[in-house]
C-alpha cells in the first residue's frame, strides 16, 4: 500500500533541503516554469542538477545496498562510511549509487556549504564551482 502523500512529500521536501533548493509543487502538464518551459525532477533551484526522488516499498537495488552495510556491520570494519554503485550490463554512463544517510547529508553540505552550492554543468564536464569570496 502507498505511504500517504505527506509521507513522500516530507521526503521530497528533506532532499530539497540538503541541497539547497525547494519541492516542486507540480507534476505532469503543470510543471512548467512562468516562463512556460517544462520543469525536470523533485528539487528546484539546483543549478544544473536535476533531482528526481523515487519513495518504494521495495526495491532490489535498495535490498543489496543493505546488504552491502549489513555486510560491513557485520565484519566490524573500520570503514564507517559505505557506497553501493551498481551499473547495468552495456551502460556505463549511469551508475546507480547508494549510500547510508548520514554520509550523504555530508557530501550535501559540501556542495552548499564549501562550494556555495553552485554546480556547473557545460555539457562536457561537470564540476563544483568553488566560492572566490568567504
Partial sequence: MPKPP?????????????FGGH???LSGSN????DGSKRIGDVLNVGALAIEIKYRKSISSIKRAEATRKDIKTRKHSCTNWIHIERMNGNKKTLLVACDIELFKKICKFIKLYNNGEIVDDGESFEIKAKTEY
Fill in 6 to 18: 505527506s509521507t513522500w512529500k516530507q521526503i521530497e521536501r528533506e532532499i530539497a533541503d540538503l
Fill in 23 to 25: 519541492r516542486n509543487p
Fill in 31 to 34: 510543471n512548467v516554469a512562468d
